[in-house]
T-cell receptor, first 113, second 115 residues
Framework: GAGVSQTPSNKVTEKGKYVELRCDPISGHTALYWYRQSLGQGPEFLIYFQGTGAADDSGLPNDRFFAVRPEGSVSTLKIQRTERGDSAVYLC???????????FGDGTRLSIL | GQQLNQSPQSMFIQEGEDVSMNCTSSSIFNTWLWYKQDPGEGPVLLIALYKAGELTSNGRLTAQFGITRKDSFLNISASIPSDVGIYFCAGQRLNYGGSQGNLIFGKGTKLSVKP
């Protein structure tokens, strides 16, 4: 499809496990963003890529969270030693350039048991 | 993290009614955006505003970028059942040096149908 694609759509895992969440942005979009949305809240920024480099990772809550975008297209958000508080919907967005509107995927719903 | 002040938190609509919601911030933004989110889906862009004072329409939706750059409102005219959902405002401060491209969101306004 033409939109932002995120996989998996749902992920259930046990506390302490490692998870990877994937985002496939709209083709040609150089900017890619990760957000986290808790129930009843708006999305909160985690990290943003311009091309292959992380331009701003100030929203990552701690060093258990890491994201990569090695070829400037697909990005992976990695969470180590998951905790129950990490349960949320993780949203990815992309835009052609930083000053154009961001378009969101449907997110990955992460549940930590 | 920082979030914008969005109101009302929720409202009930009857088909045909006009709806209004707004968003305020203590900080200035370069861009204001309005998104709609349905259950189990990601936010969908409705309107983007780039200049202070700008008034933009998209069908039955009209949004304005406040003169002070610290607020925005969204109006929906003649509401229909498919308007139900959660509406989010988002502000963006652009820094072309590479950082601050992220959006800051409000907590959302939930539109439901009057019983």
């Amino acid at each position: 499809g033409a939109g932002v694609s995120q996989t998996p759509s749902n992920k259930v895992t046990e506390k302490g496990k490692y998870v990877e969440l994937r985002c496939d942005p709209i083709s040609g979009h150089t900017a890619l963003y990760w957000y986290r949305q808790s129930l009843g809240q708006g999305p909160e920024f985690l990290i943003y890529f311009q091309g292959t480099g992380a331009a701003d990772d100030s929203g990552l809550p701690n060093d258990r969270f890491f994201a990569v975008r090695p070829e400037g297209s697909v990005s992976t958000l990695k969470i180590q030693r998951t905790e129950r508080g990490d349960s949320a919907v993780y949203l990815c967005a992309s835009s052609p350039t930083i000053d154009q509107p961001q378009h969101f995927g449907d997110g990955t719903r992460l549940s930590i048991l | 993290g920082q979030q914008l002040n969005q109101s009302p938190q929720s409202m009930f609509i009857q088909e045909g009614e006009d709806v209004s919601m707004n968003c305020t911030s203590s900080s200035i933004f370069n861009t204001w955006l309005w998104y709609k989110q349905d259950p189990g889906e990601g936010p969908v862009l409705l309107i983007a505003l780039y200049k202070a004072g700008e008034l933009t329409s998209n069908g039955r939706l009209t949004a304005q970028f406040g003169i002070t750059r610290k607020d925005s409102f969204l109006n929906i005219s003649a509401s229909i059942p498919s308007d139900v959902g959660i509406y989010f405002c988002a502000g963006q401060r652009l820094n072309y040096g590479g950082s601050q491209g992220n959006l800051i969101f409000g907590k959302g306004t939930k539109l439901s149908v009057k019983p």
